[in-house]
């Protein structure tokens, strides 16, 4: 969740960051709705959209939350749990296993079992150099804290498969396609975190081949909806509270500096019981309660709330991806590196 990467100056050339006035709707779950969550991170699907899963389940819909990598590169809380510096891969996948269960708990508290959950187990901190970098099997992304370039969790069900680009792709239109979801809930791409942003993107990838697969446009056009998690420091507010505090009768609005291009802010309100749920389902994931409690316990507002992007937004990514996958391989020299970018940013000079 730390590598920060270049998406500002990137995403210059995506036609639907242009700044424009926004305007807030009501986010209305309509009877038997299909949500599909895409979540870079064991938690994400809980922070971003507990609610609204909740809701779409009550009323005789369907929720498949997809968690895509095991969250197990989170260096400084390892090491905090461990109560050492130096950690071996061993440690990472130990942390990994603690996540992706933590994810099964989880589902089964909000959903009463009632959730699909794909944990595909992919490494922390891949997705970017999977988009950028490693689009075949013969060429896949290896973790730098586990070792492994193939998913090596028996908890995921894509164990053994190569971490690859082309296939995180394919996956994610096969749970399209078995799907057909009316609701889509994945991060925004301008998320500060390269995790996230890359799977906004591999959601735009996937979103399109699924339309260009079917035709065009499915019979029902679905709703989709981009999260934020990650964007300044102060964000959200009452995340860096030394005491938890209670935010739950708040609204949490996108921020103001947060270009909505000519989207409209859709948000969700949750009622005394989603609330209580979502508490619930985040204190299920233990590991992070330990590391950042009072950030989790920030999202849980009165509200959730998405950016409305449409089916045109979906267009184009191939040739973007296409050209930072060009622009990257001048440098292919000086692989993409989670670690070194860990230590950069967050002076760790005293881990290796
Ligand atoms: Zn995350």
């Known amino acids: 969740m730390y590598l ?19 305007s807030v709707e009501s986010l209305n779950v309509q009877h038997a709705e299909r949500l599909v969550i895409l979540a870079p991170h064991p938690d994400d699907e809980t922070l971003s ?5 909740h809701r779409v389940l009550e009323k005789g819909g369907s929720v498949r939350s997809v968690v895509v990598t095991a969250g197990d590169a989170y260096v400084e809380a390892i090491q905090h749990d461990l109560g050492k510096k130096r950690l071996a891969p061993i440690d990472f996948l130990r942390y990994g296993k603690e996540r992706l269960d933590e994810s099964r708990h989880a589902a089964n508290l909000l959903g009463k079992g ?3 959950l794909d944990l ?54 096969k749970i399209l396609k078995e799907m057909k979801p009316t609701l889509i809930a994945f ?16 959601a735009l990838l996937a979103i399109n081949d699924w339309f260009e697969q079917t035709h065009k446009l499915p019979s029902v056009e679905p709703r989709l909806l981009t999260y934020l998690i990650h964007w300044k420091n102060d964000y959200p507010s009452g995340a860096n509270s030394q005491i ?8 949490l609005f996108l921020p103001d500096e947060l270009s909505l291009r000519h989207h409209i802010q859709t948000c969700f309100n949750l009622n005394v019981l989603e609330k209580h749920l979502k508490r619930a389902t985040l204190e299920k994931y233990q590991s992070q309660q330990r590391a950042m409690g009072n950030f989790l316990m920030a999202f849980v507002r009165r509200n959730e709330c998405f950016t409305r992007l449409n089916e045109k937004d979906t267009q184009n990514i191939e040739n973007i991806v296409r050209h930072w996958q060009q622009t990257r391989k001048k440098f292919d020299a000086n692989p993409i590196s989670r670690q070194y970018v860990l230590m950069d940013n967050l002076k760790l000079k005293n881990y290796e």
Not at 149 to 167: C, L, V
Not at 189 to 201: C, K, P, Y
Request: aromatic share 10%.
């Open 244 to 251: 938890p505090v209670d935010l739950s009768n708040k609204p």
């Open 187 to 202: 991060p925004d791409v301008m998320e500060n975190d390269s995790d996230h942003a890359g799977l906004g993107m591999f």
């Open 49 to 53: 959209a507990a609610g609204l899963a």
């Open 114 to 116: 009632s959730i699909k």
């Open 120 to 173: 595909l187990g992919f490494p922390d901190g891949s997705i970017y150099p999977m988009l950028i970098s490693h689009w075949n099997n013969s060429n896949p992304d290896k973790s730098e804290f586990t070792g492994f370039s193939h998913i090596p969790y028996i908890e995921a069900e894509d164990r053994g498969h190569a971490q690859d680009g082309k296939f995180l792709r394919e996956e994610l239109v």
């Open 4 to 22: 920060k990467v270049l998406f500002f100056v990137l995403l210059n050339s995506l036609s639907v960051y242009s700044q424009a006035a926004s």
